[in-house]
């Protein structure tokens, strides 16, 4: 998590074009496993969703938010159950492509 917040503010500052390549590869590897569990959703009449490209970047990214929250429950988040809140939002986002 920590090597994509780094990879993500300043990618060429603090890897080598071949790290580079290696951690682009793993995202990609990231977002495919997404899709292709929504593309069996969809399959299995599931969910419904038109753009499942889309919804698995939005679920990545969804996700990687709420993996900063949990660096916020002692301070603006200290009265929130990081567990609760992060099962709470991915079971919302399921549900906005279940049937």
Do not use: A
């Amino acid at each position: 998590f920590n090597i994509i917040n780094y990879f993500l503010s300043s990618p060429r500052i603090f890897f080598q074009e071949e790290q580079k390549k290696m951690i682009d590869m793993s995202g990609n590897k990231i977002l495919l496993v997404i899709q292709e569990i929504v593309l069996e959703g969809i399959e299995q009449g599931f969910f419904l969703e038109e753009d499942p490209r889309k919804f698995s970047i939005m679920f990545w990214g969804t996700i990687h938010g709420l993996i900063h929250f949990k660096k916020l429950e002692h301070t603006t988040l200290q009265n929130e159950n990081h567990l609760l809140v992060f099962q709470y939002s991915v079971g919302k986002l399921i549900q906005s492509i279940t049937i």
